[in-house]
T-cell receptor
Framework: EAGVVQSPRYKIIEKKQPVAFWCNPI?????LYWYRQNLGQGPELLIR????????DSQLPKDRFSAERLKGVDSTLKIQPAELGDSAVYLC?????????????FGQGTRLTVV | DAKTTQPNSMESNEEEPVHLPCNHS???????IHWYRQLPSQGPEYVIH???SNVNNRMASLAIAEDRKSSTLILHRATLRDAAVYYC??????????????FGQGTILTVHP
């Protein structure tokens, strides 16, 4: 079974340009997470979806970041405009939530470099 | 949210057991204890989780203190492939942070041949 698929793996853009990341979770998983990981730090949650609903977006910088999960499957995370400080690895994860007795599966991430 | 404290780094020799500690003195009664690890250039990977009782799986064992204020991840025989950052996470079972996975800095495990 395929795991969580993210694309692209790498992206280099100039500051002030827009950028989008795509995530295809594991089939049947109802919960999807987007994390950002800066170099040498642990992942930081940006947004969590249960099906189509964003249940926790308190850490998402809403002035420039947006996310959507249409039909409760694939998800897209967008940054517009990008800033130098947005350079990081963006991780997507999914899980099938049955209470909390579950594990989250992570993709390999998209490494964003803003120049 | 309750926080965890882990050593910044630990070292081990190949084929020896490794005990990775985690302190979580402010854990609430319904928080699950999760462990994930992250290999270089990979996304985090689930290792094990538990609530009150010790747990074993094919990857590791989790020993939970009786008062639940600390736990230890045990790798029974470390291999070079176990070199990674290990994260101890408290996953809330209630409140506004229900189900949230919050990563800290983790412990960098180095395994020597």
């Amino acid at each position: 079974e395929a795991g969580v698929v993210q694309s692209p793996r790498y992206k280099i853009i100039e500051k002030k340009q827009p950028v989008a990341f795509w995530c295809n979770p594991i089939s049947g998983h109802n919960t999807l997470y987007w994390y950002r990981q800066n170099l040498g730090q642990g992942p930081e949650l940006l947004i969590r979806y249960e099906n189509e609903e964003a249940v926790d977006d308190s850490q998402l910088p809403k002035d420039r970041f947006s996310a959507e999960r249409l039909k409760g499957v694939d998800s897209t995370l967008k940054i517009q405009p990008a800033e130098l400080g947005d350079s990081a690895v963006y991780l997507c994860a999914s899980s099938l939530e049955i209470g909390l007795n579950t594990e989250a599966f992570f993709g390999q991430g998209t490494r964003l470099t803003v120049v | 949210d309750a926080k965890t404290t882990q050593p910044n780094s630990m070292e081990s020799n190949e084929e020896e057991p490794v005990h990775l500690p985690c302190n979580h003195s402010t854990i609430s009664g319904t928080d699950y204890i999760h462990w994930y690890r992250q290999l270089p250039s990979q996304g985090p990977e689930y290792v094990i989780h538990g609530l009150t009782s010790n747990v074993n799986n094919r990857m590791a064992s989790l020993a939970i203190a009786e008062d639940r204020k600390s736990s230890t991840l045990i790798l029974h025989r470390a291999t070079l492939r176990d070199a990674a950052v290990y994260y101890c996470i408290l996953r809330p079972a209630g409140g506004t942070s229900y189900g949230k996975l919050t990563f800290g800095q983790g412990t960098i495990l180095t395994v020597h041949p």
